[in-house]
């Protein structure tokens, strides 16, 4: 008996339902809110660093999927990658054997790391931190790992339990032991280390949430006191990583960081098949897989699989043949600047900070009286309407996507794909200036959506 299957005729026949269904059988509340803000789009194809919807408009994309389409949709080298170890048909995932794929992947991204030395693969960031917990308690033998206030390291229990932001943790209780310290306070890091039974400290070297920066000198600083009492730095590069702040690794923008673990994924996948990596010093690997009896103490059923290794290393060979890196540092450079000298002009416009193309671009209190009374209708209701009424006129007059970098939030985070060139950044300062003349001039349209915001956020207390 042959088996039919047309994925063309099914997306054709039962496309447009989309909303529905996901309402129906998945996550009820997101086709609520998308519908709330206006962002229920219906995107029809995507390519590079643009969507199109069925009339054919284009849309720029500067959310790159929260970090996943670092070399923006369907690059044609990972689609062929894709595409040519399927046609391999290779013996993949026996789980007793060597495939080559892992162990070539592994050495890739090992070069950008020279102070490391092994890596495990598994199937997204916050995998990837979970193994970084693990190895890092088998290795030192203690329980407990310091995390930064505000961070963001995934959702699963282990990564939820150094996961700085409440909102994600809350009903979830009880979590792992582990304690806060805020992000470059080195005296709080100091203290807990003093105690003797910190594993580790695990790091974003700049938050995704807010877009806040370690300080000069805190992840070096922070390394010495850690290795000092035997504890480790885990450098969490989830989103970070692999070119997104204009260098290979943001901690790599500090002389002398070398973390004892650093955890990848997103961009590494290729926007295709998920991916996480986390690397480590041999000394880590060896106390966890101590003896043959521990073989398999950690794996994931899964992990290194062919499809989810060509792509990264597809992804590799793009980022050194087309500059990728220096890319996202010049444009990048370019945005923020031309972002940064809109702060003078707009009041309602506080800072635009960042590396690369990681940037932040906070809102605050105006000083007029009229903006001022507006502002605080907002902020009653709750902190971050502001930035979610910037968002949507983005996307509905000027048809690009941005979003709000965390709840409760004044502050837009743009993680477009790293392949953006001079054209998007003056689409998006375009549309930007456009969207804050409105909202400084009291025209009616955006703040009368500021008013549906309020409602919702009332209704929802």
């Not at 194809?45 to 069925?54: K, L, M, P, S, T």
């Not at 970084?132 to 088998?138: E, N, T, V, Y």
């Amino acid at each position: 008996m042959t088996t039919e299957f047309d994925l063309g005729a099914l997306l054709a026949e039962r496309g447009a339902e989309r909303y529905e269904l996901h309402g129906k059988y998945l996550n009820h509340q997101l086709p609520r809110m998308l519908h709330t803000i206006g962002f229920d789009k219906v995107y029809e194809r995507a390519e590079g660093a643009y969507f199109w919807d069925a009339d054919g408009d284009d849309y720029l994309d500067m959310l790159a999927g929260f970090g996943v389409m670092g070399l923006g949709r369907h690059h044609p080298v990972v689609r062929k990658a894709l595409h040519d170890v399927l046609d391999a048909q290779l013996a993949d995932l026996t789980r007793f054997d060597c495939q080559p794929l892992p162990g070539l992947l592994a050495e890739k991204l090992l070069v950008h790391s020279p102070h490391l030395d092994r890596a495990f693969f598994g199937n997204s960031g916050t995998e990837a931190v979970e193994t970084a917990l693990k190895f890092a308690r088998r290795a030192t033998g203690r329980p407990r790992i310091l995390y930064c206030e505000h961070a963001f390291h995934g959702l699963t229990t282990g990564s939820l339990s150094v996961n700085g932001e409440d909102g994600f943790r809350d009903g979830f209780a009880p979590l792992l032991p582990d304690t806060a310290v805020p992000l470059g306070d080195l005296d709080a890091l100091a203290r807990e280390l003093k105690k003797g039974d910190v594993a580790a400290l695990i790091v974003e070297p700049i938050q995704g949430k807010g877009v806040l920066e370690a300080p000069p000198g805190y992840l070096r600083a922070a390394q010495e006191l850690l290795h000092k009492h035997k504890a480790l730095l885990i450098a969490d590069e989830v989103q970070t990583g692999l070119g997104r702040t204009g260098d290979f690794f943001a901690h790599q923008h500090e002389d002398g960081v070398e973390p004892d673990l650093v955890c990848l994924a997103k961009a590494l996948s290729g926007g295709y098949v998920p991916v996480g990596a986390t690397l480590g010093k041999d000394w880590i690997f060896k106390k966890v897989y101590s003896s043959m009896d521990r073989v398999l103490v950690h794996s994931a059923s899964f992990g290194s699989n062919a499809q989810a290794m060509a792509a990264g290393l597809a992804v590799l060979a793009v980022m050194e043949n087309e500059q990728i890196v220096a890319n996202a540092r010049a444009t990048g450079e370019l945005l923020r600047s031309r972002l940064a000298a809109l702060v003078d002009k707009y009041e309602l416009l506080a800072d635009v900070r960042g590396r690369g193309l990681m940037i932040g671009i906070e809102f605050g209190r105006p000083s007029s009286l009229k903006l001022r009374s507006r502002w605080t209708m907002l902020q009653a209701a709750r902190k971050g309407l502001f930035a979610q009424m910037v968002v949507v006129p983005l996307l509905q007059r000027h048809r690009i996507l941005t979003q709000v970098s965390g709840d409760h939030l004044e502050v837009i985070k743009l993680i477009p794909p790293l392949i953006i060139g001079e054209r998007e950044v003056e689409r998006f300062v375009d549309a930007f200036t456009d969207v804050m003349d409105d909202a400084h001039s009291g025209g009616g349209l955006m703040w009368d959506f500021g008013k549906t915001l309020v409602k919702q956020a009332v209704a929802n207390r």
